[in-house]
């Protein structure tokens, strides 16, 4: 968990930044200075329209087919409606190191938030999952303004993603790793099967499921660093490398998020969290900010639209994701799948009845559901994004 | 009473004429402006005599029958690494001047070149290269502040309707632009060539601080027009004849002085175009002054804005100094729209070589710095930045942008590619290469269709390369190459100046 961008000066650093924003220089000592993630993958996901429950054998044994996308050093699942008696609750889900890492976060925790319940997250000893962290859930709520210690004016969910961010880069061993309401986030190191395994993923429903294989190439593997990323309800699974990444990581700084964990998918995440949540921008734009139209493209098109992809472009240029990948994004509603602009990496979409599958391979679709309405490989930078009907 | 100047055997070059193949035809002698060669009428043939010669080459470029070479003349002074031959020759030269010692382009002191000690990176199995033949690669750019976020709306078709207004971009096809070279310090026949190759090329050429002539307003889609200190032929028709206005405060070449040009210089057509009379020198101030601090720029700024009804972005041009990071955020938050930087080997027609060999910091150094200080200060999205002073090739290009430039600007590397040999006697209006000078026998050595299409094979040429480099990287579009210093690895430098440029080791 500890790598040479987290000594005490980043460390420093890191605790300035979150909270004195405003007079401080925002990149860390050394930004420069990382180890960036990069691994190839799987992805599958799959969305009941009507928010039908989906048992967690599909997504399981749907990823368990892509056995071979991985090595064994990542694997991890979110699902969507699996805490229906504390929806409105964030769920954080916790790992430590050890009962101290824990314990001083759970410190945090109270002095920040209140907690409603807390529980051992259920596991299964298996032999294929070695050395697994301890791994916790608590259901908070943020502390109403005059209760917190700090950031009296934040919004909820601005309040709540500093506790998670404050968490993550503060107390040594610990880190939140799911912190959305009425989902969870459950991934480690080992194969997507054995973490599902280990995780109990069988005995959960959920109407939104994600899963993913890793093949890392250069990092060991740490349980925090798996599939899905996740911040409040978004999660996200992610084959790919963003070879823009230098680029988005400072973007990204100069607006205040700090990339910690060195992979391609934090900053997607905080990406979206920036466009969608903090700018306002539409699924659809955030697509094309991710993968914008060329500009041969855009100069085929008719005003208004033009002037608006123009400025997109000229805007959000530093946003661009470049370099081969296939999403899926998941939140509360949505099931939203995109590829890079020149299609470098595979996504198939499928339906059938009110499931929508989103996959790497058509193969792992048909393992758990033979007969499908209908099959097709969206176009690169088009997006498919799935809404639950309410 | 001596019968020569006592430093005149020291001399830089010497002319070595092959005499069995000379033809004695005087190609040499009409070539030659600096007199070097000449018809000795007792002798019936071409002599020279190298203590004038410039080292320009032009004779030896011209000769027919190939009998001419220029070399370095190494007059063999006793070693000593302090008082070395440039220093000697300096002292002996003042002595008989009495004078401040001129140069014309850019420093040639050895000062680390620190686009040497950066190496670029590309893709390898994990992420697939591109092939800039085969799929689309992106190099459009647009110069100007951004928003912050943007807002849309859809329309009833479902297609976006922008919501939020943009302040003025200029867009280029590459991120390569002519640097700022004044009519008159340049001739007229180079400007018609830079204004064609610009528009050629989808990019801008910059008229320098000496004003624009009224044939070349047909070009204005691709001009930038300079507002320097000495204000020559700016006036309204002038700055909305471009697409940006550039306000001139430094040169790399010479931070913190003013412009000098020559009466000499003035023919009827600069005189015309700087609105100044005919054969007076024109003297552009050290300082603007009407700025003498930041707010005085704003309001500056916002004259020249108002002045061209807001339609252009305002640029404001800077020499690399020590404290460059902080000038420029002040310059972002006065409301320019583009940072223009340009380091201290940036070229320039004439300076005191003690100016130009001394002060000032490199380009590499200060572009880093300047990037990171706007995004620390999150104004980053407010200005692009424009880099020049030292430019040499497409890799120093990607170099640049990598480090978080949005354009460069090529002036030296412009010259170049019309015969310019960077013999550095620019100021002395007898450019024998027809390039600074307006002595109207020597400009027409440049003709301006020709010109036009080297500049432009100049600048297609890089921009093939940059985009191959790019495809290389597994990038598609240049945006994403902008500022991302993960693409770049360091190789010879201390940990400081890594930590400056913002780059890793290489092997890291």
């Known amino acids: 968990m500890e790598s040479e961008t987290h000594g005490p000066a980043h460390r420093l650093r890191a605790r300035r930044q979150n909270h004195e924003v405003s007079t401080v220089m925002k990149a860390p000592e050394k930004y420069y200075d990382f180890q960036k993630d990069i691994s190839g993958c799987g992805v599958f996901g799959v969305i009941h329209k009507k928010r039908g429950l989906i048992p967690g054998d599909m997504p399981i044994n749907a990823m368990a087919t892509m056995h071979d996308r991985g090595n064994g050093l990542g694997g991890g699942f979110a699902a969507y409606g699996i805490y229906p008696d504390f929806a409105d609750y964030y769920a954080f889900h916790i790992m430590g190191d050890n009962r101290e890492a824990l314990d001083s976060a759970e410190t945090v925790l109270k002095e920040f938030m209140v907690i409603h319940q807390s529980q051992a997250i259920p596991t299964r000893k298996t032999s294929s999952v070695k050395n697994p962290p301890l791994v916790w859930r608590y259901f908070v709520t943020p502390k109403v303004e005059r209760d917190r210690p700090k950031n009296m004016e934040l919004s909820e969910t601005d309040y709540t993603v500093d506790v998670v961010m404050y968490i993550n880069n503060n107390v040594p061993g610990a880190f939140v790793f799911s912190s959305g309401k009425n989902m969870g986030a459950f991934k480690g190191v080992g194969f997507p099967e054995d973490i599902a395994e280990f995780f109990r993923l069988d005995e959960y429903e959920a109407y939104i499921w994600t899963g993913h294989n890793r093949f890392p190439t250069n990092s060991p593997g740490w349980w925090g660093g798996a599939h899905p990323f996740t911040l409040l309800d978004w999660s996200i699974v992610h084959n790919g490398e963003i070879s823009s990444y230098g680029i988005n990581r400072r973007y990204l700084c100069q607006h205040d998020y700090l990339c910690t964990l060195l992979t391609d998918t934090e900053v997607v995440a905080y990406e979206l969290d920036l466009l969608i949540r903090r700018h306002g921008l539409s699924k659809e734009m955030t697509s094309k900010v991710f993968a914008p139209p060329f500009w041969d493209e855009i100069e085929r098109m008719e005003e208004p639209e033009r002037e608006a992809y123009t400025a997109l472009r000229a805007t959000y240029g530093p946003a661009m994701l470049n370099g081969p990948f296939a999403i899926l994004v998941a939140d509360s509603k949505s099931l939203w799948g995109l590829n890079d602009r020149v299609k470098l990496r595979p996504l198939v979409v499928a339906e059938k009845d009110d499931m929508v599958f989103m996959s790497s391979e058509e193969s792992a679709i048909r393992e758990v559901s033979p007969e499908l309405d209908r099959v097709y490989m969206p176009k690169a930078g088009e997006p498919v994004i799935v809404e639950v009907e309410e | 009473m001596l019968f020569k100047p006592t430093d005149s055997y020291a001399h830089d070059f010497e002319v ?8 004695d035809c005087k190609v040499c002698v009409n070539q030659c402006s600096y007199g070097v060669h000449y018809w000795d009428e007792n002798r019936k043939k071409v002599m020279h005599d190298s203590s004038q010669c410039v080292g320009c080459h032009r004779c030896e470029a011209m000769c027919p029958t190939d009998a001419l070479r220029i070399r370095r003349r190494e007059t063999e002074f006793k070693d000593n690494p302090l008082w070395n031959s440039k220093f000697i020759k300096y002292i002996y030269k003042q002595a008989s001047t009495g004078g401040v010692l001129l140069t014309g382009m850019g420093c040639p002191t ?55 207004k943009l302040t003025p971009q200029i867009k280029l096809k590459t991120p390569i632009m002519f640097a700022a070279m004044s009519f008159g310090a340049i001739n007229f026949n180079l400007h018609v060539a830079m204004a064609r190759a610009a528009k050629e090329c989808g990019t801008c050429y910059n008229t320098g601080e000496g004003g624009l002539h009224p044939s070349l307003y047909e070009y204005g889609d691709h001009t930038i027009v300079q507002v320097a200190s000495g204000r020559f032929g700016v006036h309204r028709d002038y700055l909305n004849a471009g697409v940006g206005i550039e ?15 020559p009466g000499e210089k003035i023919d009827a057509r600069v005189s015309e175009t700087r609105m100044v009379p005919l054969g007076s020198d024109a003297i552009s101030p050290a300082p603007h002054h009407d700025i003498y601090s930041i707010e005085d720029l704003h309001q500056l700024i916002f004259a020249l804005k108002e002045a061209s009804e807001y339609r252009v972005p305002v640029a404001v041009k800077i020499a690399a100094v020590h404290n460059v990071a902080a000038i420029a955020s002040g310059i972002v938050r006065a409301g320019a729209d583009i940072v223009t930087i340009d380091g201290m080997r940036g070229g320039t027609g004439a300076a005191p070589a003690m100016i130009r060999d001394n002060v000032g910091i490199p380009i590499e150094l200060a572009l880093a710095a300047v990037d990171q200080r706007l995004r620390d200060e999150n104004i980053r999205h407010k200005a692009s930045l424009i880099v020049g002073g030292g430019v040499r090739c497409s890799a120093d290009v990607v170099k640049a942008i990598a480090l978080g430039a949005d354009a460069v600007n090529i ?21 024998p290469w027809g390039i600074a000078t307006n002595d109207a026998l020597l400009a027409k050595r440049q003709n301006p269709d020709v010109a036009a299409k080297k500049l432009a094979n100049l600048v297609r040429a890089w921009s093939h390369e940059i985009m191959e480099m790019l495809g290389g990287m597994g990038l598609n579009s240049i945006e994403s190459l902008r500022g991302n210093r993960d693409k770049l690895r360091a190789v010879g430098l201390s940990a400081e100046e890594m930590d400056t440029l913002g780059v890793k080791l290489a092997g890291r």
Not at chain 2, 16 to 23: G, Q
């Open chain 2, 16 to 23: 070595h004429r092959d005499r069995d193949a000379c033809i």
């Open chain 2, 411 to 431: 002036g030296t590397a412009a010259l170049l590619a019309v015969g310019c040999t960077l013999c550095g006697r620019c100021y002395t209006g007898k450019c």
């Open chain 2, 247 to 261: 306000i001139k405060v430094g040169q790399g070449a010479k931070p913190g002085i003013g412009g000098h040009l």
């Open chain 2, 110 to 164: 050895d000062i680390p070149v620190y686009w040497d000690r950066m190496l670029l990176d590309a893709s390898q199995v994990t992420n697939p290269s591109i092939d800039p033949l085969r799929e689309p690669m992106e190099l459009d750019t647009f110069l100007g502040a951004k928003p912050n976020s943007l807002a849309f709306h859809k329309d009833e078709n479902g297609k976006p309707v922008l919501d939020t």
